[in-house]
């Protein structure tokens, strides 16, 4: 199947076989490779990225069932390699974690920052409850997302 979707701003047109998930479109034929596969049953987060407002799991949903829509990645998140305010302080706070959760997770709370401008920690962790590390856990997380809200104020 012929689908038009815009990724990152740019616009993308691709013949699809109609299995294919999301976040394979995004890895395999957009080159981008910021979203992860780290479970592929919709448990770990890994694989978060923004279709039009709302964070989705790109393994949870049919490249085809993106047909028309605007997605965006982490990659397309920063222009010209400048972090977000989020990005920023999750690196000034140690928050990056592993090259593996990080992604899902600034997109999670990319999302969240959208919908609630001044969360607290409780909404904070609820916004992460769908990304799941596991290794060093989520106090830094929390906290840069407190800084990045305080800066912002
Ligand atoms: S790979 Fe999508 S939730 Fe784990
Ligand atoms: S899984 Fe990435 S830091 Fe734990």
Avoid at 18 to 45: E, I, M
Avoid at 94 to 104: I, T
Wanted: proline share 3%.
């Amino acid at each position: 199947m012929r689908i038009t979707l815009t990724v990152n701003g740019d616009r993308v047109e691709q013949d699809v076989p109609p299995n294919v998930l999301l976040v394979d479109l995004l890895r395999d034929t957009c080159d981008l490779t910021g979203a992860k596969v780290g479970c592929d049953t919709g448990q770990c987060g890994t694989c978060v990225v923004r279709l039009g407002d709302r964070s989705v799991k790109s393994c949870q949903m049919l490249a085809v069932q993106a047909d028309g829509a605007e997605v965006t990645t982490v990659e397309g998140l920063s222009g010209d390699g400048e972090l977000t305010p989020l990005q920023e302080a999750l690196w000034e706070e140690h928050g990056a974690q592993c090259g593996f959760c990080v992604p899902g997770m600034v997109m999670s709370l990319t999302d969240l920052l959208e919908h609630d401008s001044a969360p607290d920690e409780q909404a904070i962790r609820a916004g992460i409850a769908g990304n799941l590390c596991r290794c060093t856990g989520y106090g830094a997380v929390v906290r840069a997302v407190q800084k990045a809200v305080k800066d912002k104020s």
